[in-house]
C-alpha cells in the first residue's frame, strides 16, 4: 500500500475519533439541556393553571395510622409510615395546585356504620385544612379552585369514595353535599343495593343489577340536580353505560382510572365506553397503580407491580386519541395503593411527567388541559345543570328494606310507621 495513502487514512481516521471525541460531550450536555428545558416549561405552565389531582387517599392513611389524631405528626414533615406518596413539601415540589381528597369507608361498613365513618372522613379534611391555613383551603367550587389557586393555597376538595356511604338515602346524599362533598364514586369494589361494582366484570362475575336499578338512576340524577360530580371509578362497564345513557345526564368524571386496551384490569375503562365519554364530554383521570398501569395484553409477561412514567404518559395519549383532548386528567391514587412507577414515587413526581409530555410534544393549550382546565370545564358544566335545575323539588325517592343482605342484620334499627 502506498505511505502516502496509509498516512491520509490515518489522518482520516483521526480526524473522525475527534470529531466523534468532541461531538459526544455536546450531544449529552444538549439533552440534558433539552431535559431541563422541557421541566422548566413544566413548571411554568403549572404555575399558570393548576394542577388538579382527582384522587388522593391521605385521610385514610391518618385513619390507619394515626386514628385521625393529626397532632401526632407533622404534615410539613415525610410521614413515618411504610407507604408514604404526600406530604406537604412534597405537595409543593409537585406544583399541585387543587387536590380532591378521599373521603373513603370500607364496604364492610355496609348495612352497618358507614355514614359515621364517612362523616370521620370528612371531619379530618376539613381539620387537616384548619390545622395548615397557609397551604390548603377548603373550595366546593370552580371559582374556589381558581381564586385558592392564585392566592398560592392547594384548592381541597372533598370526594365521597363508595355509594354504600349514603346508606341508600336520597337524605344523606344530600347532607353530604352540604357538608363539602363534590364527587361521589357511585361503588367502590362492592355492590350497593342499586348498583354493580367492577368486580361483576371479571371472569366468573355475576351482574346483580345489570349495572344501574332504577333507584340508582334516581341517585345520578339527584346527583346532577345537587350539582355533585358522577365519578364513574370502580363501577361496573354496565353501570358505566347506564349512567351515560341518562337522558341529559351531567358530564361525568373517572377520578382514579386508567386505560384498558393498555392494560385489560376491569378497574380500567374500554374503548367503547371512551367514545362514550366524549360524548357526554367527561373526563377520565388517570390512575398510577402499577396494577393498572403495566399488565397484559400490552405485555403478556408484565410485572404488574412494575410500572414506570413511560407507561403513565402511554395511559394519558391512549385516551387522548380515543376520546379526545379534552377527555383527559390526572388522578393519581396517592397514599391509596402499595406500588407506584418508577418516575413517579409520590406526589412530587408531577413535574416530571409533565416534562416527558412536552418531550413527546404536547403544546401548552393540551396541557393545561390535561393538567386542571378538562377538570375544571367539566365541573362548571355540572355546576351549569345544578343552576338549571333549581327550581327542581328533592327526590323523596325511598329504596325496600326488605333486602337478604340486611334482614339477619342486628345493627339495623327498626322503625314502623304508624
Known sequence: MDKKLVVGIVIVVCIVVLAIAIAVPVVRKTRGQGAQASLQQAKKWMSQTPLIDGHNDLPWRLKQH????LKSLDLNQRPSWEITHTDIPRLRQGRVGAQFWAAYTDCFTQYKDSLRHVLDQIDVIKRICQMYPETFEIVTSTNG???????GKIGSLIGVEGGHNIDSHLGVLRMLYDLGVRYMTVTHSCNTPWADNWHVDEPGGTPEFDGLTDFGVRVIKEMNRLGMLVDLSHVSKGLMEDVL??????????????????CN???????????????????????FYTKYINCPPANITADVNYANLTQVADHIEHIRDICGIDCVGIGGDYDGVETVPEGLEDVSKYPDLIAHLIDRGWGNTDIKKLIGDNLLRVFRDVEQVRDKMKNTLPDETTISRQLQQESSNVCRSKVFLG
Not at 394515626?66 to 389524631?69: I, L, Q
Not at 379552585?145 to 392566592?151: G, H, P, S, Y
Not at 380500567?268 to 388517570?286: A, T
Request: hydrophobic letters at 45%; aromatic letters at 8%.
Open 66 to 69: 394515626e386514628d385521625n389524631k
Open 265 to 287: 384490569h376491569y378497574r380500567n375503562v374500554q374503548d367503547d365506553v371512551l367514545l362514550k365519554v366524549k360524548k357526554n364530554k367527561g373526563v377520565v383521570m388517570v390512575n
Open 145 to 151: 379552585i381558581e381564586e385558592a389557586f392564585q392566592n
Open 245 to 262: 345513557a341518562i337522558p341529559n345526564v351531567a358530564p361525568v368524571i373517572f377520578s382514579h382510572t386508567s386505560a384498558f386496551a393498555l
